[in-house]
């Protein structure tokens, strides 16, 4: 029993990496985060005590 779930899990693992490698070929680009993606601050900067943190 146990190798069998050892056996299916890295049966998974094999196929996720194929589908993973022949979607990656078949976009060929990578999407970067542009900097409006970025997160905002709420605090004041250079407050010691802007966020009420101590």
Do not use: E, Q, W, Y
Not at 36 to 48: E, Q
């Amino acid at each position: 029993m146990k190798n069998t779930m050892i056996r299916v899990f890295v049966v998974a693992l094999a196929i996720t990496g194929a589908v993973s490698t022949a979607h990656s070929k078949t976009t060929g680009r990578v999407v970067v985060a542009n900097a409006s993606a970025m997160p905002v601050p709420l605090c004041p900067l250079n407050d010691p005590n802007g966020c009420g943190i101590d």
